[in-house]
């Protein structure tokens, strides 16, 4: 990549955002030396690794990798034939191999989740050193502080021990001697000491002579001697051997813990390749969670779309500033983007946001876009923003801008991007134009991708059909004179120069005199541009207003079809427990009808008439009883304001228990009502219509008894066929079906269940075992339909 080009858009800085999220050194070290690539497929990969170490850390917002040393100096002596570690080294792999085991388990534990791709984890997870046994030896050498342990071996330990001895009865004799000196040649508050590895007692200077021995130091001063007394000399020298021979004992410990780790130094580099690899992808991640970043698709270099949506200069959002977002949408004819507008509108930063997006994604970083982003891999980037002018190299605004225009032409071609700031602008404003034309018309004919800002007129006329070039602008705000920061694509922006120079206070005598000198065809596009965007304020007012109807009238519809399935949801509640009424009704009224006809049967002594009276009397008792208690139930909230007529035929809906009926006869101020094959006589005010007027259903053709109430009309019929029923419809249809038989006086019932599953016959056989009317009951016999029925026998 152009090396200018990455000066200019501060990709360093951009890096080092991202660096200084990384947990470790050697990471942050890693990430500064990123650069962009070209590698299209590689570059998708590396995106892809970033994207699943995002949805890692979904599932563990607070984790983070474990620190780790850096050990490359240990490895490259580990790769040197007769290279002995040295005891912090040992430590320092202890203390990786100890990360390398730590972050291995947190990646297989994410690992073991399903429906979640950890592909690249898992590899990651592959070439870390896991190696229990190693560490274990290892720890076994060295302490927490990295020195050797005592019991890194038994010579050692004996040494050792003697050490301490010795060193105890130097210190003891030493102290003995000082403290039997005269005064005049003891220091105050004096003890021994250790100067140059060697035990020493301090005295004055002039009892040199009187202690002897060998002289290892003095004072500042000069008036105090460190003094190695003659009788500690013997003891000392015992010492120093025993020290040696320490030494040579920690050598060979050292020797064989480097020979045991050296067949494993490339599974080791393999496995700090791994940690730094990790590093920088986490602190990748974190910046695209920091950034609200999503990957963008990478496409080949000679794909011709280029679409950023709510895309964000990284700086910007790394300084907490609320970023007004951007969305740019090149068609493959669209080669050049021409932006306009006024002043501190942001262009700039547009380019370099443009810029810095491309670059950071080509760098495996996920940049501040949103999701849709599609980035083609740019082969080159090259960029002319600033004034780069210089004294020391006699270079002007112009002659920069010039300096790098001709490095743009030699390098632009077809997958590379041009970005230049105020293009053409540096000399006499025509021959610039004219200059910039030619600049971007060479870039449309070379293939290259460009970005361009400008304020000069000629440039905006430039957009034509065919031309390759078009016009964008980053919209103002006319009433408060300040930008908004958005990217408009299809047409010129306005300068707006006049007027920030009449907000600034310029005399109101001198811009009216500006005014009059504006070229007359400046002044007619600035004056178009100004209708034009009132429109477009007017039209985005308009769209705004109706998405915000749409909005309304989604929640009001929303609403109505959450009222509505409450609704229904309490009709079906509504329905089951009628349902459930209305069976028990059935029950009751069974239970009543069948003590009337054994009360029939038993009365033989008594006169006929009386005893039909009375049966009917107790049927009919029952019945208004039952009226009571639904009557009882009502709610006071179910008083009848204006009723609604019903005719024959209506679906109905009784006030009191909700039982709904179809209305089978009128008669003046009350209506008779079948429900479940009974039917009641209810005051008209107790029922209310439950579907449309005109809806009915179709009335029975047979004749109909009036009156009080009525028993089920029932018809006494042979055989009962329960086929097509579920086993909780069983029942009721059986009822009916023993009630007209017992009724007419049949002797026998046939059943018709079918063979199916068998649950239909059960609860066939279950009721009829279960019911006094039937003394028994066989299979169907030869003729009869055999297994599929039952014949009930009657009393």
């Keep these: 990549m152009n090396v200018h080009a990455l000066s200019v858009l501060e990709f360093e800085q951009a890096m080092e955002k991202v660096a200084k999220r990384a947990a470790n050194p050697l990471g942050r070290e890693a990430l500064r030396s990123f650069s962009p690539g070209t590698d299209a497929s590689a570059l998708r990969e590396e995106l892809a690794r970033v994207a699943e170490v995002l949805l890692f ?42 990360a390398s085991r730590e972050l291995s388990g947190a990646l297989k534990a994410e690992a073991a989740t399903p429906a979640l791709d950890r592909s690249h984890l898992a590899r990651l997870d592959d070439r870390l050193p896991v190696k229990p046994d190693v560490e274990s030896h290892l720890a076994s050498i060295v302490d927490e502080e990295g020195a050797i342990r005592d019991s890194a071996s038994p010579d050692l330990r004996s040494i050792r021990g003697r050490l301490r001895t010795i060193r105890g009865q130097i210190v003891r004799k030493l102290e003995g001697y000082l403290s039997s000196l005269p005064d005049r040649l003891r220091v105050e508050n004096a003890s021994v000491s250790i100067r140059d590895g060697r035990y020493v007692i301090p005295i004055r200077r002039e009892g040199k002579s009187h202690v002897g021995g060998i002289i290892h130091g003095e004072s500042s001063t000069g008036a105090t001697l460190f003094v190695e007394p003659p009788l500690a000399i013997g003891l000392m020298n015992e010492l120093r051997e025993l020290e040696r021979e320490e030494a040579r004992e920690i050598h060979r410990i050292l020797r064989e813990v480097t020979g045991r780790l050296r067949p494993l130094a490339g599974e080791l580099d393999a496995g700090l390749e791994a940690h730094v690899d990790l590093d920088t992808l986490w602190a990748r991640a974190l910046t695209a969670r920091a950034w609200q970043g999503t990957p963008p698709e990478l496409l080949d270099s000679d794909d011709e779309v280029v679409r950023v949506v709510d895309g964000r200069h990284p700086l910007l959002v790394e300084q907490g500033i609320d970023v007004v977002p951007f969305f740019l949408d090149l068609l493959p004819d669209e080669r050049v983007v021409v932006v306009s507008g006024p002043n501190t509108g942001g262009k700039t930063v547009l380019l370099k946001a443009i810029g810095l997006i491309h670059l950071l994604a080509q760098s495996g970083v996920v940049p501040p876009v949103g999701p849709g982003t599609r980035l083609p891999v740019l082969t080159d980037v090259f960029a002319d923003i600033g004034d780069e002018q210089s004294i020391a190299e006699s270079l002007s605004t112009f002659s920069a801008h010039l300096a790098n225009s001709i490095e743009i032409l030699e390098g632009a071609g077809t997958g590379t991007l041009v970005l230049m700031d105020e293009v053409g602008t540096g000399t006499d404003p025509s021959e610039g134009a004219a200059l910039a034309r030619a600049i971007l018309e060479a870039l449309v004919e070379r293939g290259s991708r460009a970005v361009v800002t400008s304020h000069l007129g000629a440039l905006k006329r430039l957009d034509a059909e065919g031309s390759g070039i078009v016009n964008a602008s980053l919209l103002f705000d006319p009433d408060r004179i300040e930008p908004t920061y958005r990217l408009q694509k299809g047409r010129p922006g306005r300068s707006y120069g006049l007027a920030i120079a009449r907000r600034s206070g310029l005399p109101a005598r001198v811009l009216d005199r500006a005014e009059e000198l504006v070229d007359s065809g400046e002044l007619d596009v600035e004056r178009l541009l100004e209708t034009l965007e009132e429109k477009e304020r007017a039209l985005s007012s308009a769209l705004s207003e109706a998405e915000l109807a749409r909005t309304e009238a989604r929640g009001v519809r929303e609403e109505v079809e959450r009222r509505r399935s409450r609704l229904e949801e309490r009709e079906r509640t509504e329905e089951a427990r009628a349902r459930e009424r209305t069976r028990q009704l059935l029950l009751e009224a069974r239970e009543e009808v069948e003590a009337a006809i054994r009360e029939v049967r038993e009365g033989e002594g008594e006169a006929r008439d009386e005893i039909e009276t009375r049966a009917r009397q107790r049927v009919e008792a029952a019945a208004r009883k039952q009226r009571l208690e639904d009557v009882s139930v009502s709610p006071s909230s179910d008083r009848p304001g204006t009723l609604a007529p019903v005719a024959e035929g209506d679906r109905v809906r009784m006030r009191g228990s909700g039982t709904k009926g179809v209305v089978r006869e009128l008669r003046e101020d009350r209506v008779t009502v079948e429900v479940g094959g009974l039917r009641l006589q209810l005051p008209r005010s107790e029922v209310e219509r439950t579907a449309p007027e005109g809806v009915s259903e179709r009335t029975d053709p047979g004749g109909r008894r009036s009156g009080g109430w009525s028993a089920p009309e029932v018809e006494a019929r042979p055989e009962a066929d329960l086929r097509g029923l579920r086993v909780d419809e069983v029942e009721l249809e059986l009822g009916r079906a023993l009630d007209g038989a017992v009724v007419g006086g049949l002797s026998e019932l046939r059943v018709i269940h079918g063979k199916g599953t068998g649950a239909v016959k059960a609860r066939v056989l279950e009721l009829l075992r279960a019911d006094p009317r039937v003394s028994e009951f066989r299979p169907g016999g030869l003729g009869e339909g055999g297994a599929g029925v039952t014949v009930a026998v009657l009393k």
Aim: charged share 30%; proline share 12%; aromatic share 10%.
């Design 57 to 98: 850390l979904e599932d563990r917002p607070d984790w983070a990798p474990p620190p780790f040393p850096d050990v490359r100096s240990s490895l490259r002596l580990l790769a040197v034939e007769g290279g002995i570690l040295e005891a912090l080294q040992v430590w320092e792999l202890l203390r990786f191999l100890d």
